[in-house]
């Protein structure tokens, strides 16, 4: 199983967090935004591009299904031919968001172990770290993006060297 991508997005649909561990290369050569082959648009996009097309489809999904199923009914995942996302939300409107590939299992709890064994740890218990994050400052503490890192490769045991590309890519043994 691969990781994509992670990103984080704070109540006022700013990207406050995105790591990519996967950049693919497209049709000309060029390396592709965080999303699998068939994800990528025709033109490459920035990174704050990729960000605002992430946030835009959890956000027009989750109110989908809060609008067909009620307001007790949860977007958790969603799975297209090319990669599944998977979302987390908490009460307190951060949204977590990994993109992996399509032979995952849900990682709901997974992504609830980073909010609160990193996110919460480093960064709101964190007294230099900011409160709000106006205009996408950002999650700016080494520790959770080292604690982030180190969980993705115990969580997703193996690490591989494709020999064609220059990243890493974590597999899970399921």
């Not at 992670?6 to 950049?23: L, N």
């Not at 097309?53 to 989908?64: K, Q």
């Not at 993006?145 to 064609?164: H, M, N, Y």
């Amino acid at each position: 199983m691969v990781v994509h991508s992670f990103y984080i997005f704070d109540r006022h649909a700013e990207c406050i967090y995105k790591k990519k561990w996967t950049p693919r290369p497209n049709s000309k050569g060029q390396q592709s935004n965080g999303l699998p082959d068939g994800a990528r648009q025709s033109k490459a996009l920035s990174a704050e591009d990729d960000a605002k097309l992430v946030f835009g489809t959890i956000f027009s999904l989750r109110n989908m299904i809060r609008k067909l199923g009620g307001p007790d009914d949860n977007f958790i995942s969603y799975r297209t031919g090319h990669y599944k996302l998977h979302y987390y939300e908490t009460p307190t409107s951060l949204k977590f968001v990994m993109v992996t590939d399509t032979r995952t299992n849900n990682l709901r709890i997974v992504l609830h172990q980073i909010y609160v064994s990193l996110y919460v740890e480093y960064v709101v218990k964190n007294p230099l770290s900011p409160i709000e994050h106006p205009g996408g400052i950002g999650v700016n503490c080494e520790m959770f993006e080292l604690g982030v890192e180190q969980f993705v490769v115990r969580v997703f045991k193996r690490t591989t060297r494709t020999p064609d590309t220059d990243h890493t890519e974590y597999r899970t043994h399921l």
